[in-house]
């Protein structure tokens, strides 16, 4: 059973960085994906197994940064620049990865989810 656990969500302010991590069971393909009230989820940002592939959402292109550390089994979400519209909850999920188009979908394990809040 795979098993993923989010932390370093909080609360910031707009230009602020945060960054997020998502500890897994063993090295799978993770994607993050956020939801705000009200709004659809969205697919944020992807990582291969290997590091061979990334996917960043329009959204967050030239602000986020996926990496991965496969010795902890580890996958962190750098967010800088960070604007009142990336406010949302933040999940890791097991995931696919298209190229194309360029794309990341979910597949079925979850973690919790991690709030992040950026406010003034």
């Known amino acids: 059973q795979v098993q993923l656990v989010e932390s370093g969500g909080g609360l910031v302010r707009p230009g602020g960085s945060l960054r997020l991590s998502c500890a897994a069971s063993?090295?799978?393909?993770i994607g993050w994906f956020r939801q705000a009230p009200g709004k659809e989820r969205e697919g944020v940002s992807c990582?291969?197994?290997?590091?061979?592939?990334?996917y960043y959402a329009d959204s967050v292109k030239g602000r986020f940064t996926i990496s991965r550390d496969n010795a902890k089994s580890t996958v962190y979400l750098q967010m800088n620049k960070l604007k009142p519209e990336d406010t949302a909850v933040y999940y890791c999920?097991?995931?696919?990865?298209?190229?194309?188009?360029?794309?990341?979908?979910?597949?079925?394990?979850w973690g919790q989810g991690t709030q992040v809040t950026v406010s003034s």
């Open positions: 063993g090295v799978y393909t």
């Open positions: 990582i291969t197994s290997s590091s061979g592939s990334t």
């Open positions: 999920a097991t995931a696919v990865l298209y190229s194309r188009p360029p794309n990341c979908r979910p597949r079925d394990s």
